[in-house]
């Protein structure tokens, strides 16, 4: 009996640590890809700031807060359409017509800055809209569908402002850009805002569940039930949506609109989900890691302008970088496992 009584302290002490130790390698192998990509990101910031004395200045810092905001919020959009096996072209020319839409509704129509943010919007959500429907009901691959939207869109924005930029806007639009909320910038909190809420809809819904689904088995999804054809639009509308809110910050950030406005964001924000380790075939991803992806791009770029390499030389790098990472994280998820979620 005594000896029952030494031996139940220590066998409930231990039920405790195997209890913690599986509850951490649960967190570990559901979070793998996450953690996988903080310490890129860490070891990249160890390495410029031990090569680049400016790079931890405040005012670099910043900057790549500032940086990170327009190509964050394309991605966004691009990572709903990827996880669903899709792809969107189309997310820079409609970031440049949003622009457009946002600087005409303020100049020709007289509208309020709000009315005129919502109005760009619209009509972001509007052509991500036409992608969608093009794509399910027209059974045409994304590829192609969103390659003409790219060229539409760009050829919207010149041909209502004649190749035009518009300058005169309202100050209250650059306040996003200028004004801080606890130290940091508030485009950058609202990019913070933005991810989050992204992330708890597919983590936590059954809409976010839907879009996994529809990656891994587009066939088996249809099958069980689920609205295949209403979340493959979705995903489009919410590719424009997110595109119109870059084309806000954008203008935000230079207090002008350009019809060439958001020319290479496409790149950019698949390049930042890929990082991130999204499959480009559906299924597998998620919003955290899309967020530290579109954190490695920005200090790539930023890395290889304080090190002064040249312009021509930088697009070679970027790719470079681009292609180690992506190779890398495939070998890894090879290694350890899938984490699609």
């Known amino acids: 009996m005594s000896s029952k009584t030494i031996l139940k302290p220590d066998t409930k002490e231990n039920d405790m ?5 599986r509850t951490w390698r649960t967190t570990l192998g559901k979070f793998q890809l996450e953690f996988r990509m903080l310490a890129l990101f860490v070891l990249l910031c160890l390495v410029l700031g031990v090569v680049s004395p400016h790079f931890l200045s405040l005012g670099n810092v910043l900057n790549l807060m500032d940086q990170a905001v327009v190509t964050g919020i394309a991605a966004i959009g691009q990572t709903f ?23 005409l509704a303020i100049n020709s129509m007289g509208m309020p800055l709000i009315p005129a943010v919502l109005v760009a919007i619209a009509g972001g959500g509007l052509l991500g809209l036409v992608n969608g429907l093009l794509v399910t009901r027209g059974r045409i691959a994304p590829f192609i569908v969103t390659l003409g939207m790219m060229s539409i869109g760009r050829s919207i924005a010149f041909v209502l402002t004649n190749g035009n930029s518009i300058s005169t806007l309202p100050d ?23 991810f989050a809420g992204a992330w708890y809809y597919l983590s936590f819904t059954k809409g976010g569940r839907t879009i996994y689904a529809i990656g891994s088995n587009r066939e088996a999804a249809r099958s069980a039930g689920l609205r295949v054809d209403f979340y493959n639009v979705l995903v489009y509308v919410l590719a424009g949506v997110f595109s119109a809110v870059a084309a ?14 958001g020319t290479g964001l496409e790149l950019d924000s698949i390049a930042a989900v890929v990082i991130g380790g999204a499959s480009l075939f559906g299924g597998r991803g998620s919003m955290i890691g899309t967020f530290f992806g579109v954190l490695i791009l920005v200090l790539i770029h930023n890395g290889l302008n304080l ?18 990472a992506v190779l890398g994280e495939r ?3 090879s290694r350890f496992g899938n984490n699609a979620r």
């Open 331 to 333: 070998l890894l998820s």
């Open 81 to 103: 359409v990827v996880l669903v096996g899709g792809i969107d072209l189309s997310v820079g020319s409609i970031t440049g017509v949003g622009g457009i839409f946002l600087g």
């Open 248 to 261: 806000v910050m954008l203008a935000s950030r230079l207090m002008s609109i350009d019809p060439v406005g």
């Open 172 to 194: 209250a639009l650059s306040e996003p850009s200028t004004a801080t909320l606890f130290g940091l910038p508030v485009n950058f909190l609202l990019l913070i805002v933005l």
């Open 17 to 21: 640590a195997v209890h913690a130790t």
């Open 307 to 324: 090190l002064n390499v040249g312009p021509y030389w930088q697009g070679s790098a970027v790719g470079a970088v681009i292609i180690v």
